[in-house]
């Protein structure tokens, strides 16, 4: 990791800088008596009397007077937060047990009394302390770690502006920004023209495939539901495919007991001929398939299943292929990894998860679809005191109806920002277990004394004991 030298007082001065503008701006509309806000909707202006003046005054002081507090946090933020925690000497974490760390903390309760803006501060540089340094180079953790500083400061704007992502009237720039991002990635996996949603992390993007692909095949269970249909609906998963898929067919009514796992190699990727069997043995036991996940770099060996040939059973058997990319899918954006997806293009949906791989802030998960409008027709509800048809703009920007969400984060900026801006093998002891596909790299350790043995079962008894100790 690149040493990252950031100068804070810089920050704070443009900080002040455009807060006392804005401050400024809005006590000279004070000053006429009303403040014109448009409504959004047909381009009219409200006028704000003397009361809504009077709120947005004390607005306004409440923001004057905390803005010292938010530059001594923003300075805490980046010295403690971010380059003390990069250097590799820094303690990743200073881990304590729940009862000691609580007691390290007298301020958790919630008391009566307000606490002072530097008794604020000491407190967010305690918090800092005491929770873990995911940016710090010896932060390994199985799935994201590291960060980039531009999608960083998306982050942070995205938090300052607090809108929310689902018409074009309340968010006017993310929204063609989300349309950007979006025709890119689709562009990546060759589903062009297609649909795609920003959604609260991958498990959630595997629901929505299972979601709209059932949609797809029954749309009757919308408005009738499950019992509408005639058969038990089944689908596949391989046995080293993620958990999401377990809740999701709980949290969707399809029963975890409806969920059939297919077989893998050696290196944990689906085999093909094996989910075949599956779907033959599904439909005998009366079940009607209709939804397959495959995976594009499982948890724990980063395995990538091999899309031709899973599509190709697939496609002879009519059913829905969702690929699960929240962790391996971002070497469609690498020249030199992106064969291991080869097949992509062919798949209905995938979940890719950019707070992995790429570096963006957690969360940034994308659910994207080859079928334009589905997601739209399976989500949608219509509220009309949203989604209006008459407005004075294009109402298809407005995306809130394709997503199950109401409110929905604005997590677009970081990505956008992010976007513009095998030695273990040497080393006595370590022994790797499979050869990675991706960066998951699974290994033993064994320790000097053990090495040489016999490695029978009291063996191997022992080294996981020691191993699940370090």
């Given at each position: 990791m690149k040493s990252v030298t950031m100068k804070t007082n810089g920050f704070s001065k443009q900080l002040n800088g455009d807060?006392?503008?804005?401050?400024?701006?809005?006590?000279?509309?004070?000053?006429?008596?009303?403040?014109?806000?448009?409504?959004g909707v047909n381009g009219r202006h409200v006028g704000v009397g003397a009361n809504e003046g009077a709120q947005v005054d004390e607005r306004v002081s409440t923001v004057q007077t905390s803005l010292p507090f938010l530059r001594k946090l923003v300075d805490v933020i980046i010295q403690d937060g971010l380059v003390d925690a990069m250097d590799r000497n820094t303690k990743v974490c200073e881990f304590l047990p729940p009862a000691e760390l609580k007691a390290r903390f007298p301020e958790f309760p919630i008391g009566q009394e307000p606490a002072s803006d530097a008794q604020l501060v000491d407190v967010c540089k305690k918090i800092i302390k005491y929770s873990v340094k995911t940016v710090n180079p010896r932060f390994f953790n199985q799935l994201f770690g590291g960060m980039d500083v531009h999608a960083l400061g998306g982050a942070w704007l995205t938090e300052a502006l607090n809108s929310s992502q689902y018409t074009y009237e309340v968010a006017p720039v993310f929204t063609l920004l989300e349309k950007e991002i979006f025709n890119k990635m689709l562009g990546l996996?060759?589903?062009?023209?297609?649909?795609?949603?920003?959604?609260?992390?991958?498990?959630?993007?595997?629901?929505?495939?299972?979601?709209?692909?059932?949609?797809?095949?029954?749309?009757?269970?919308?408005?009738?539901?499950?019992?509408?249909?005639?058969?038990?609906?089944?689908?596949?998963?391989?046995?080293?495919?993620?958990?999401?898929?377990?809740?999701?067919a709980a949290m969707l009514g399809l029963g975890t007991g409806n969920i059939f796992?297919?077989?893998?190699?050696?290196?944990?990727?689906?085999?093909?001929?094996?989910?075949?069997?599956?779907?033959?043995?599904?439909?005998?036991?009366?079940?009607?398939?209709?939804?397959?996940?495959?995976?594009?770099?499982?948890?724990?060996?980063?395995?990538?299943?091999?899309?031709?040939?899973?599509?190709?059973?697939?496609?002879?058997?009519?059913?829905?292929?969702?690929?699960?990319?929240?962790?391996?899918?971002?070497?469609?954006?690498?020249?030199?990894?992106?064969?291991?997806?080869?097949?992509?293009?062919?798949?209905?949906?995938?979940?890719?998860?950019?707070?992995?791989?790429?570096?963006?802030?957690?969360?940034?998960?994308?659910?994207?679809?080859?079928?334009?409008?589905?997601?739209?027709?399976c989500h949608s509800a219509h509220a009309r005191y949203l989604f209006q048809q008459d407005k004075n703009y294009d109402v298809s920007y407005d995306t809130g109806d394709m997503s199950l969400q109401c409110g929905r984060k604005i997590d677009v900026l970081k990505l956008w920002l992010l976007h513009l801006a095998s030695e273990i093998r040497k080393t006595a002891g370590f022994r790797l277990i499979a050869e990675p596909e991706c960066t998951n790299v699974c290994f033993w350790y064994i320790p000097p004394s053990m090495r040489g043995q016999t490695e029978d079962s009291a063996w191997f008894d022992r080294l996981a004991k020691i191993d699940s100790s370090a």
């Amino acid at each position: 990791m690149k040493s990252v030298t950031m100068k804070t007082n810089g920050f704070s001065k443009q900080l002040n800088g455009d807060i006392h503008a804005a401050t400024k701006r809005t006590t000279e509309r004070e000053e006429i008596g009303h403040c014109p806000v448009s409504n959004g909707v047909n381009g009219r202006h409200v006028g704000v009397g003397a009361n809504e003046g009077a709120q947005v005054d004390e607005r306004v002081s409440t923001v004057q007077t905390s803005l010292p507090f938010l530059r001594k946090l923003v300075d805490v933020i980046i010295q403690d937060g971010l380059v003390d925690a990069m250097d590799r000497n820094t303690k990743v974490c200073e881990f304590l047990p729940p009862a000691e760390l609580k007691a390290r903390f007298p301020e958790f309760p919630i008391g009566q009394e307000p606490a002072s803006d530097a008794q604020l501060v000491d407190v967010c540089k305690k918090i800092i302390k005491y929770s873990v340094k995911t940016v710090n180079p010896r932060f390994f953790n199985q799935l994201f770690g590291g960060m980039d500083v531009h999608a960083l400061g998306g982050a942070w704007l995205t938090e300052a502006l607090n809108s929310s992502q689902y018409t074009y009237e309340v968010a006017p720039v993310f929204t063609l920004l989300e349309k950007e991002i979006f025709n890119k990635m689709l562009g990546l996996i060759g589903f062009q023209g297609g649909d795609a949603i920003f959604v609260p992390g991958g498990s959630m993007g595997n629901v929505y495939g299972m979601n709209v692909a059932r949609y797809r095949k029954f749309p009757e269970v919308k408005e009738k539901g499950l019992y509408s249909l005639k058969k038990p609906i089944a689908l596949f998963t391989s046995d080293k495919g993620h958990y999401s898929i377990t809740k999701g067919a709980a949290m969707l009514g399809l029963g975890t007991g409806n969920i059939f796992k297919v077989g893998t190699d050696s290196m944990g990727r689906m085999l093909p001929k094996n989910l075949e069997k599956q779907v033959e043995a599904a439909r005998s036991q009366g079940y009607e398939p209709y939804f397959v996940n495959a995976t594009a770099g499982t948890t724990v060996l980063g395995a990538y299943d091999r899309l031709d040939a899973i599509a190709d059973v697939c496609e002879r058997l009519g059913l829905w292929l969702h690929v699960d990319g929240a962790w391996g899918g971002s070497v469609a954006v690498s020249r030199k990894y992106r064969h291991l997806i080869q097949g992509i293009e062919r798949a209905d949906s995938m979940t890719w998860n950019p707070h992995k791989m790429m570096g963006a802030p957690l969360q940034c998960s994308v659910f994207l679809t080859k079928h334009k409008g589905v997601l739209q027709e399976c989500h949608s509800a219509h509220a009309r005191y949203l989604f209006q048809q008459d407005k004075n703009y294009d109402v298809s920007y407005d995306t809130g109806d394709m997503s199950l969400q109401c409110g929905r984060k604005i997590d677009v900026l970081k990505l956008w920002l992010l976007h513009l801006a095998s030695e273990i093998r040497k080393t006595a002891g370590f022994r790797l277990i499979a050869e990675p596909e991706c960066t998951n790299v699974c290994f033993w350790y064994i320790p000097p004394s053990m090495r040489g043995q016999t490695e029978d079962s009291a063996w191997f008894d022992r080294l996981a004991k020691i191993d699940s100790s370090a």
